[in-house]
């Protein structure tokens, strides 16, 4: 199993830009497929990024170009940077880790169902 905790919301200005840290513990991040997703008060969860043990990342439209999901797994870590945020990009922010497929992401990755693990969130608010 293992343990998800995120870190590095805030408030910004549109227009600005934050990074959002999640540190695994109790188990290699490397051998998970791990994601980013939000939640905005009245709305679904909506997945943004994920990122498999090779490296490679997919993103949502919505996100694509402005984030970049990353990962370090020396320090057992997964990041999102964002950049030119806006006030629609206000909402909870959770990582959240699949270990079903050795590493490899789900073809729906962007499904919260595909992933067993979550993190407590961390709040991202954008608004001048």
């Known amino acids: 199993q293992v343990q998800l905790v995120e870190s590095g919301g805030g408030s910004v200005h549109p227009g600005g830009s934050l990074r959002l840290s999640c540190a695994a513990s109790?188990?290699?991040?490397?051998?998970?497929?791990v994601a980013w997703f939000r939640q905005a008060p009245g709305k679904e969860r909506e997945g943004l990024a994920v990122i498999d043990k090779e490296g490679i990342a997919t993103y949502a439209d919505s996100v694509k170009g402005r984030f970049t999901i990353s990962k370090d797994n020396a320090k057992n870590t997964l990041y999102l940077q964002m950049h030119s945020l806006k006030p629609e990009d206000t909402a909870m922010y959770y990582c959240a880790a699949d270990d079903r497929r050795s590493g490899y992401c789900s073809p729906e990755w962007f499904g919260s169902y595909e992933y067993g693990y979550w993190g407590q969130g961390t709040q991202v608010t954008v608004s001048s």
């Open positions: 109790g188990s290699t991040q490397s051998s998970y497929c």
